[in-house]
């Protein structure tokens, strides 16, 4: 059951940055994550924001992402900046909180996705 949906996605060059959205219209979910996913692999989990405020980031993407949240606009972010190739992916986000990697159709709540291409 899709509960959120993902935007923001698009093509850059590395060292880029983008902006991906994650809204849904049940806030009442309270920790958020996002995940990655390359062909053929599974959902790679890479960050998350807890219901009160704490954050948590895989190793490859700390002090170049930050997730955050607009509560007013039931939309959680995620900042994406210095992006390398090894960045592209289609990118989820789900309420459903495993680390590590996942079949993505264990996030029963992740929208449709949005790709992010970094170009060399």
């Known amino acids: 059951v899709q509960a959120v949906v993902e935007s923001g996605g698009g093509s850059v060059q590395a060292g880029g940055s983008l902006t991906l959205s994650c809204t849904t219209s049940d806030f009442s979910f309270g920790d958020m994550a996002w995940y990655r996913q390359t062909p053929g692999n599974e959902c790679e989990f890479i960050a998350t924001?807890?219901?009160?405020?704490?954050?948590s980031y895989i190793d490859d993407v700390k002090g170049r992402f930050t997730i955050f949240q607009d509560s007013a606009k039931n939309t959680v972010y995620l900042q994406m900046n210095s992006l390398k190739p090894g960045d592209t992916a289609v990118y989820y986000c789900?309420?459903?909180?495993?680390?590590?990697?996942?079949?993505?159709?264990?996030?029963?709540?992740r929208g449709q996705g949005t790709q992010v291409t970094v170009s060399a």
């Open positions: 789900a309420p459903d909180i495993v680390l590590g990697s996942v079949p993505c159709r264990v996030l029963t709540h």
């Open positions: 924001r807890s219901s009160d405020g704490g954050t």
